[in-house]
């Protein structure tokens, strides 16, 4: 069964999860939210996005926890205004990233640091994950990015991907792992980070002792996090690949109110399962 809400707190996914197509929250979940909160539970976010393009979400669905970006690469909590929690790719990853794209012109490039983004490779992929983002990036190539980099994102179309992974697997690259985080995205990370590892760390901040976490995604970058949370839980849609790691598939997808259904059974106290 459920627990007290007051010692709850889930952790979700956006796009595909709680974000529907249009990208703005469905009113009955911001509801659902509200009265999750209202019971004392806690309700944040673990997105890939960056600091820059995460700012809004404190705002805009009050939250008042600290957030996973980076898909696991960082901690930032916005009351502070600081990142809590940052781990770093290595100093090589310049020059992983200037092979990739060299080896494969048709790929996007995208460099997330701790306080900018940089487009590397502007192509029309790129281009849209920009829009989707709503941030406003910085622009050169990878030995011109400054900041720390945290996360690389290469964007192309979906028949590309498959090889995509294929080249990259072949390259045995040292201290970074690769994650799909969208049919037309392809993420290089940190080595042994993940929303998971983010969870993990997420466990030993301040105030967070005691809680169970309840973790909401939908698709393989989440799947580490699934795994690390006390309760996975999946929306109707999410990938067959994340929804064999959850104690529970909701019968909802993104558009139709999942975190609006996950509450609700929150709070009637039913099972997970």
């Known amino acids: 069964m459920f627990e007290d809400p007051g010692k709850i707190c889930i952790i979700t996914d956006l796009d595909g999860t709680f974000l529907p197509r249009s990208k703005k929250p469905l009113p009955q979940d911001l509801a659902a939210v509200r009265r999750f909160e209202a019971a004392g539970g806690l309700f944040t976010i673990a997105t890939g996005r960056t600091v820059q393009a995460s700012r809004r979400y404190p705002e805009e669905l009050g939250l008042k926890s600290p957030m996973i970006v980076f898909n696991g690469a960082g901690i930032y909590d916005a009351a502070a205004e600081k990142l809590v929690f940052m781990h770093p790719l290595p100093d090589t990853a310049c020059a992983m990233t200037k092979q990739i794209l060299a080896d494969n012109p048709h790929a996007g490039g995208e460099v997330l640091c701790a306080d900018s983004t940089w487009v590397v490779n502007n192509t029309p992929h790129e281009q849209e994950h920009v829009r989707i983002c709503g941030i406003i990036p910085e622009y050169g190539t990878p030995d011109e990015v400054q900041g720390t ?124 399962a």
């Open 149 to 272: 980099w945290l996360k690389v994102l290469f964007a192309m179309d979906p028949e590309q991907i498959p090889a995509f992974i294929a080249y990259i697997d072949a390259q045995h690259f040292p201290d970074v792992d690769f994650i799909r985080s969208d049919k037309r995205f392809y993420e290089m990370l940190p080595k042994g980070v993940s929303k998971g590892s983010a969870l993990t760390a997420y466990r030993k901040l301040p105030g967070m002792e005691g809680f169970t976490f309840i973790a909401v995604g939908d698709f393989d970058n989440d799947i580490e996090m699934l795994d690390a949370a006390d309760y996975a839980v999946c929306p109707q849609n999410a990938a067959d690949s994340a929804k064999a790691h959850a104690d529970l598939v909701l019968s909802r997808t993104c558009e139709e109110g999942t975190m609006a259904e996950l509450i609700d059974r929150i709070l009637a106290g039913k099972e997970t």
